[in-house]
């Protein structure tokens, strides 16, 4: 083992933080921020108080490190895996595969506790609110709409306003993933929502799509 694999493994102190970190994500989703307490988080990681406080001052500092964390969210990173210049070439396949991300992040834990703290803390945290607006939409509909003008310009797409493509095209998936959530805190099924995802997909595209006329020759 190399001096460098030595360094890069997790020491104890960040192991403790992150299951720190998780606990308390998991405790404020489902308590709210504001009825959870510090004696709440460590009596769930079996600790006693003083055991958190040497990694984080106060609740508040906990929260400010998850809100942090919003920021390497899936949702946020959409678009970090697709080639700038090729990905609108995939066209349907491109839209499709961010409503799949939707979807699964709607049943990953980790992702549902994050989203469903930023919905609970949005109206009382500028900080989240400024993520929520920034990262989370805007940048992705930014992103979108350039793909969209890039379709228009190779004709795989009917001309229209690109920036106003993107957000009819997002806004049913948080509406979707939103609806995922409230099912699941009540206990109900989501069959009736999982398949509006791709649904959405078919018929955004069909809408849009240029069909293309056969050559008599």
């Given at each position: 083992?190399?001096?460098?694999?030595?360094?890069?493994?997790p020491t104890k102190g960040s192991k403790t933080k992150e299951k720190i970190l998780k606990t308390a994500l998991?405790?404020?989703?489902?308590?709210?921020?504001?009825?959870?307490?510090?004696?709440?988080?460590?009596?769930?990681?079996?600790?006693?108080?003083?055991?958190?406080?040497?990694?984080?001052?106060?609740?508040?500092?906990?929260?400010?490190?998850?809100?942090?964390?919003?920021?390497?969210?899936?949702?946020?990173?959409?678009?970090?895996?697709?080639?700038?210049?090729?990905?609108?070439?995939?066209?349907?396949?491109?839209?499709?595969?961010?409503?799949?991300?939707?979807?699964?992040?709607?049943?990953?834990?980790?992702?549902?506790?994050?989203?469903?703290?930023?919905?609970?803390?949005?109206?009382?945290?500028?900080?989240?609110?400024?993520?929520?607006?920034?990262?989370?939409?805007?940048?992705?509909?930014?992103?979108?709409?350039?793909?969209?003008?890039?379709?228009?310009?190779?004709?795989?797409?009917?001309?229209?306003?690109?920036?106003?493509?993107?957000?009819?095209?997002?806004?049913?998936?948080?509406?979707?993933?939103?609806?995922?959530?409230?099912?699941?805190?009540?206990?109900?099924?989501?069959?009736?929502?999982?398949?509006?995802?791709?649904?959405?997909?078919?018929?955004?595209?069909?809408?849009?799509?240029?069909?293309?006329?056969?050559?008599?020759?």
């Amino acid at each position: 083992m190399t001096d460098e694999s030595v360094t890069s493994l997790p020491t104890k102190g960040s192991k403790t933080k992150e299951k720190i970190l998780k606990t308390a994500l998991k405790l404020f989703s489902s308590k709210g921020y504001k009825a959870t307490t510090v004696r709440d988080i460590a009596g769930a990681m079996g600790v006693k108080q003083s055991a958190l406080y040497n990694h984080f001052k106060n609740k508040d500092e906990i929260l400010e490190t998850l809100i942090s964390n919003l920021t390497s969210s899936a949702i946020v990173t959409l678009f970090d895996d697709k080639e700038a210049q090729n990905a609108h070439k995939q066209g349907k396949s491109l839209l499709m595969s961010i409503a799949t991300t939707f979807k699964l992040l709607s049943f990953d834990s980790q992702n549902e506790a994050l989203f469903k703290l930023l919905m609970q803390e949005m109206f009382r945290n500028e900080r989240i609110r400024e993520i929520y607006n920034e990262y989370f939409y805007q940048e992705n509909v930014k992103k979108l709409s350039t793909y969209f003008f890039m379709m228009m310009q190779e004709e795989q797409i009917r001309s229209s306003d690109p920036l106003l493509l993107a957000n009819e095209f997002f806004s049913p998936l948080f509406f979707y993933q939103m609806q995922v959530s409230l099912l699941k805190l009540d206990k109900k099924s989501t069959s009736s929502v999982v398949s509006l995802f791709e649904k959405h997909v078919e018929l955004f595209w069909d809408n849009i799509k240029i069909e293309k006329q056969a050559s008599l020759f």
